[in-house]
């Protein structure tokens, strides 16, 4: 009761503390970027013009649309957020204009004869390159009746919104580029730059003719320069530049040896086997069909082919890895075959299970006599190209059809028997039908088995711990420097400028640590938290092989520099700019050293020659026998018949010029079809930067980085 009564004659000190936990909670959120009781978001991905992106729906869509495709996942997220970005644009300028997209245009771009590019690239057979309809249709009897499934469903809403998007987009560009025009003053103009021809001899004095150190740089060198080319190396958000060392992880003579012996160990057995199929599936092997002699590699190309069947050659070495072949079969295969077959595509575990059953049936029914190919090809193939024809597939050679399929007709197929053939579209029964002998070349049927020449366990350990090491000696990049100084097996690589979403660091490509640090050097780390220029990283981030399960290399970052939006500083891009700095002080030096002479006293200088460039057009980047130089180009337009122009610093070299051709330009003699090239180059760039331009005139708040 004592403890009541002083808080009641106290309330104002509970009240203080309950403001000060709030407050300390609501610190906490804004400091961790998560939920408050403001309402910031702590699932908020991205604020586009005021959409606000959940990092939870964008999972979810990522996860429909590729849940199943093995395309590379930082790719596709980039590629999600962009159809975000434009999603929201589009449909914002769409309301602006009155632009829109109609039921029955929709239904005509899914379903109709004039299909979005997003569903032609989607619904493509392989084996006909076109689109396939007959999927097209199972889909709309599937939405029309209500029966498509959930997941499906799903995936169409989110498709039907990009079909949209790019509408939109088509019909925006498609308006912007109807307004281009070109009035025929400024045609009469463009005609004549592109007709003009010009001829001028020259001579190229090669930097190197001056020695490096005959030049000293300033800051101020760097800053002019900088400041000459400001739009090429104007910044528009935040980069960093990250050092790092990485740390290979190679096999030893002990690892190699100890791999030689597990094949060695093996081969008793494999000889034996009557399963070869189980056998290299539990030895990381694989059974290759139809192999001729010129695709195998010298160290066995002429032994299988007169090895008897069931024998084993190897241990070898092929493409990093130690190998035993055995030799299963060997025949002569035909030039051409002919055959036919029934598919049932599938597309699911559901969808396979029930396809298996049912080819299996089909085969039975033609083995026992109760059915003809033909008539079951007609009610069953899922294949229209040939259903109507029993199957038929006419004539085909070698390598015209997908391997699995080829290699049974070609190897395992004779006239008469009935072959269940799996490939991508589905699973086949098919029978050859017929065969031609021309070249009479053999082929082989091998099983393998392989250990790849991996650093073993104890290796990877030993070289990650000597990483460890360097982490916890050389905290700071400048002792990390004066290491790596000390070990020439070692070299600390710097990172091209990288921005908060980048998810690949230099020589080392990208992937998952290579994301990993982006994030710790942007402060997106939840374990370390942002670090300070000079600072190593107390992580060291482990690269895999993709598919693999050893580590090749593990990598000690630090972070090198961080450059604010806008015009970078000389320290952040000083290695980047220094040779071209150099050579714009070297072609000063040059230039003073020849000004006013002529070409041929100029040659005889530098022990060089007067060269010719002729026929030299103001519409092209490119000078015959010189190369891209936009200076030398310009001062030759600028230039009258037997004038020579002053130095000129190009990107090669130094450039003295003297014209010695230059004919009056003719104006285009018609205009129309000139007003239609120069529309079209217009056009071109139009498409090329309409989202860009809608992009840089947009709120965009991205916060990807956060999460992924």
């Not at 190699?256 to 030895?283: G, H, M, Q, W, Y």
């Not at 630090?558 to 450059?563: N, P």
Request: aromatic share 10%; glycine share 6%; proline share 5%.
């Amino acid at each position: 009761m004592a403890l009541i009564s002083k808080i009641r004659n106290n309330s104002w000190l509970l009240v203080v503390l309950l403001a000060l936990g709030l407050g300390g909670f609501v610190l906490m959120d804004m400091v961790s970027g998560q939920q408050s009781v403001f309402g910031s978001g702590r699932t908020r991905l991205a604020d586009i013009d005021g959409r606000k992106v959940d990092v939870n729906e964008f999972n979810r869509v990522d996860q429909i649309l590729y849940g199943n495709s093995g395309a590379d996942v930082y790719a596709r997220r980039d590629y999600l957020f962009n159809f975000y970005v434009e999603e929201t644009l589009l449909q914002e300028e769409a309301e602006e204009i009155g632009l829109g997209v109609s039921k029955e245009e929709l239904v005509d771009l899914q379903f109709g004869v004039n299909l979005s590019p997003i569903i032609q690239q989607r619904f493509v057979n392989p084996n006909t390159g076109q689109v396939d309809r007959n999927i097209l249709n199972q889909y709309r009897t599937a939405i029309q009746n209500g029966t498509l499934d959930p997941q499906l469903r799903q995936f169409w809403a989110i498709q039907e919104k990009e079909i949209i998007t790019d509408a939109l987009k088509r019909k925006l560009t498609t308006m912007l580029t109807k307004a281009v025009y070109t009035p025929n003053w400024q045609l009469e103009m463009l005609g004549e730059e592109q007709a003009q021809k010009v001829d001028f001899a020259y001579v190229q004095v090669p930097y190197d003719v001056v020695d490096n150190s005959e030049v000293t740089l300033t800051d101020e060198d760097f800053e002019n320069y900088l400041e000459a080319h400001k739009a090429k190396y104007w910044q528009d958000e935040e980069t960093r530049r990250v050092a790092y060392v990485a740390f290979e992880v190679v096999p030893t003579p002990e690892d190699s040896a100890a791999l030689r012996k597990t094949i060695d160990d093996l081969i008793p057995a494999f000889a034996e086997t009557e399963d070869d199929s189980l056998f290299v599936e539990n030895n990381y092997g694989y059974i290759e069909t139809n192999v001729k002699k010129e695709q195998l590699p010298p160290v066995i190309a002429d032994t299988v082919f007169v090895a008897p069947i069931g024998s084993v050659i190897g241990p070898y070495i092929d493409q990093g890895e130690y190998r035993a072949v055995k030799v299963l079969d060997r025949k002569v295969v035909p030039d051409s075959v002919r055959a036919r077959h029934i598919l049932k595509r599938v597309e699911g575990s559901q969808q396979l299970a029930q396809a298996q059953r049912t080819i299996d049936s089909l085969k039975n029914l033609i083995e026992t006599g109760q059915a003809t190919f033909d008539s079951l090809a007609a009610a069953f193939s899922d294949d229209p190209s040939n259903a109507g024809k029993g199957g038929d597939l006419g004539w085909f050679g070698e390598g015209m059809m997908v391997k699995p399929f080829n290699d049974a007709c070609f190897f395992e197929g004779e006239p008469g028997k009935l072959m269940v053939v799996y490939t991508q579209f589905g699973i086949h029964l098919v029978e050859v039908t017929d065969r031609k002998f021309i070249n009479n070349t053999e082929a082989v049927k091998l099983a393998y088995i392989t250990q790849p020449i991996v650093p073993s366990e104890e290796t990877q350990s030993r070289v990650r711990n000597e990483a460890l090491d360097f982490v916890e000696q050389y905290p700071t990049l400048e002792a990390l420097r004066a290491a790596v100084a000390e070990r020439p097996d070692l070299t600390l690589e710097v990172s091209p400028p990288l921005t908060a979403n980048d998810y690949s660091v230099g020589a080392l490509g990208s992937g998952p640590a290579a994301r990993e640090i982006v994030r710790w050097a942007f402060g997106y780390d939840p374990n370390t938290g942002e670090p300070d220029v000079g600072e190593v990283s107390p992580n060291i981030y482990t690269f895999q092989p993709e598919g693999a399960y050893y580590v090749e290399k593990f990598v000690v970052a630090a972070l090198q520099a961080v450059q604010e939006p806008g015009l970078p500083s000389v320290d952040y891009i000083r290695d980047e700019i220094e040779p071209l700095v150099l050579n714009e002080k070297k072609g000063a030096i040059i230039s003073e050293q020849i000004k006013g002479k002529e070409l041929e006293a100029i040659a005889a200088q530098y022990e060089l020659s007067v060269d010719t460039a002729q026929n030299v057009n103001f519409g092209s980047s490119v000078i015959p026998g010189i190369g891209t130089e936009p200076r030398v180009l310009g001062w030759a337009f600028v230039l009258d018949q037997g004038q020579q122009s002053d130095p000129i610093t190009g990107n090669n070299g130094v450039y003295v010029i003297k014209i010695t051709f230059k004919p009056a330009p003719t104006p285009p003699a018609n205009l129309a079809i000139f007003r239609q090239t120069a529309a079209l180059s217009a056009r071109s760039w139009i498409q090329a930067r309409v989202m860009d331009a809608l992009k840089e005139l947009a709120d965009i708040e991205d916060y990807r980085a956060k999460f992924f």
